[in-house]
Structure formats: C-alpha cells, structure tokens
C-alpha cells in the first residue's frame, strides 16, 4: 500500500470502516459460497463421468444385466479409476471425517468416509492379491450420490442469501442531505450519521431509518412489515429505511444507520437462521453419528461370528466390508439435503424468509391460525371490489366514472385503486376542473 493511499485512509470516519469491512465480509463470505459450490459440481460431474466405465466393468453388474466384457488387467483398470474418484471426488468427505472426529462428534461425514474407505482399501487389497470381491461400483456411487447431496444443498443455501441480497438492495444508495447552510447535496449512505438531516421527495425510497421533522405523506412499508396500506407519516413519525415515500415531500432526521437500522437486524435475523439447522437436521446428525458406532461394531461382530464358525479369515474380512458399506445410508446423504434445498428455495421465491427453522417444521402441525390484522392478507394494492349508487338518476357505472373522474390528478393509494377500476370497464371519464 503506498503511503498517499494511508494517509487517505487514515481520516476516514470509524463507523465508515465498520460498514465497509462488514460489506467486504458480506461479500467474501458469497464469494468463498459461490467458490464451494462451483466446486462440489465438478467434483460431482468429473466423478460421474469416471463411475461410468467402473459400473459397465463391475462383475456384479455384468451378471445382473447379463452381458460379459473382461479383458487382461481391467481390475488394474477399475482400480486406477477408483482411486481418481476416492481421492478427488471423496476429499471433502474424508476432510470432513477428520473435523467431525476432532470434536469427537462423528456425524454424517465420518459415516460416508468409513464406507468409502473400508471400500476402497478392501477392493485395493484384492486388485493386488486378497482373495475376496471388489467394490468399487459401490464406492464410487456412493460418492456421486453424497456429492450430488451436498451441491444441492449448498445451491439451495445459496439461493436464500441471494434472496437476502434482494433484501438489501432495498435501500438507495444515496441520500439527500441538508447542509446547515439550508442547500441539499447527494451523499452515499455509508455518510450519513445520526442526526443528519435528509430530504427525501415523492417516490423515493427512504434512505436510514429516522424521524419526520417537517412534511406529511403516505409511505409504503409493505416490504418490511407486510402491511399493504400506506402508513400517513407527519411530523414525529418514525421512518424505516427502505420503506417507499408516497406522494409528499418529507425532511427527516436521521436515527440508525448501517448495521443498527431495521432492515439491516432483519437480514442479520435471518442470516443466522440460514447459518442454525433445524430439528430434523441434527437428528440426521445424531443418526449418522449412532450409525456409524452400530456400522462399527456390526463389522467386528460379523468378523467375529464369521471366525467362530471356522470360517478362514479372507471369508470373514469380506462380510464384515460388505456390513460396512451397507450400514452408510445412500438415501439419508441425499433427502436431507433435497428437503432443505426445496422448503429453502420456494420459501425464498415466495418471499418467505425463515428466521426458525425449528419454528417452521413444526408448522405442518399447526390447525388453527388467528391473523390481527387484514393487511397482511391482502395482494399489497387497493382496488374497489363492489359500487351501487343509491340516487335513481344515477346508475352504479356512471356513479364509479365520477369518482374516477373527481381522483385521477390524486396521488393516493385509495384514489389508484378506484381510477384502475374505471380503466378495467372502459370508463369514460371527464375531467376535473379546479382540481
């Protein structure tokens, strides 16, 4: 860093560098997602492509389907093919194995890497001499299914923090504000600071969360609140950054700023949502972890049996793999991640942004639901649903072009709602004077 570039730096406000350093974080941490992603869909992909020549190979599927192809070396073959998979499409597997293992809380990783390397190193040993069967079809899709798992989950992760990201893009990223000396300049919002004082006109977005200190209007807060009725606003009134002003000019004055206004503890709420795992996560968590004790034990046990009924060992080391491998749940790698990933992502495409996860799997329980208001009920606009004049020279259509007439130079909700109204039934509508 060169020192003009310091000496810039060093005068540059606390509560700036603190915005800027989190958005950086914000920004490194989608980044590193993004990175993970990309790399579970290749790894998947690449590891796919390789179990294709591995299963047209595997003596057990050829005499399932019925067909023969062998020639000198091709378990040397399978063999170098497996190892590619295992060690490039199983490494975060095997990774993940050593952290669980670290906290002493094997989980879902220790069971995938027990199988797949009781797998691998058992049909290694028969490539090279062991008398025994080999299992690298087994191996090898079971490590395409688990890959494809986790990429869908980390999508569906994903997926919801660009739904937050359309959260924050909610605020404007500049504000208007008032010198002492009365004239108005446009600001970045990382610039404002409580206290400020900001104008913001008809249409624009509200850029901190602040109180009104002069002007009336209607401000549109239904994308933080899910109330659709514009909320009348007048001096002393509380205003939330990113809510929409109407149609009155208003000066405020500026309360939070950055991480401390209500937009930002909202994406902060649901961030560490995204980040806990719900109840039937960690109890295929524990599940795991119980499995791989019982596929531990299931092993020694069979090897025990096996040996105590005079069988030789070879035999014996062949069906405690074989119990091994089967203990690791190809299903429970691949339904949970596909139920978080569904329930995420059309929550997300709905709007829903889920603080509890815990909160909402018990839902499916609920019978009765008792809502305190009708504005959330609602499309989010107003609009007339039924209109009758009760004067006999008038009928009920001329009665609606009257009033569409009397607010279509007005800017209020109400006043849209009835004008569109007139428009859907091909009103004529004369105009106001003296409006």
Known sequence: MDHSHHSSTQHASPHKEKQEMKGMEGHDHSMHHMHMIEDFKKRFWISLVITLPIVVLAPMIQSLVGYEFRFDGDRYLQFALSSIVFFY??????????DELKKR???????????ISVAYFYSSAVVF???GKMFFWELVSLIDIMLLGHW????????????LQELAKMMPSEARRIKDNGESEDVPI?????????????????????????GSSHVNESMLTGESKPVAKQKDDEVI?????????????????GEDSYLSKVIGLVT???????????LADKAAGWLFYIALAAGIITLVVWLSL????????????TVMIISCPHALGLAVPLVVAISTSVSAKHGLLIRNRTAFENSRKLTTIIFDKTGTLTKGEFGVTRFKSVNAETDDQELLAIAAALENNSEHPIAAGIVRKSKELDLKLDKAENF
């Open 89 to 98: 499409g199983g490494w975060p597997f095997l990774i993940g194995m050593v």
């Open 105 to 115: 809380k094997p989980g879902m990783m220790t069971l995938i890497a027990l199988a």
């Open 129 to 131: 001499g062991l008398s």
């Open 152 to 163: 869908i989950e980390m999508k569906s992760v994903m997926g919801a923090s660009n739904a």
């Open 190 to 214: 990382a610039e404002l600071k409580s206290g400020d004082t900001i104008l913001v006109r008809p249409g624009e977005k509200i850029p901190a969360d602040g109180q009104v200190l002069e």
């Open 241 to 257: 950054g990113g809510s929409v002003n109407d149609n009155g000019a208003l000066k405020i004055m500026v309360k939070h700023t």
């Open 272 to 282: 560490e949502a995204q980040k806990t795992k719900s109840n039937t996560q960690n």
């Open 310 to 321: 005079e069988k030789d060992f070879n035999y014996a080391l062949e069906r405690m793999v």
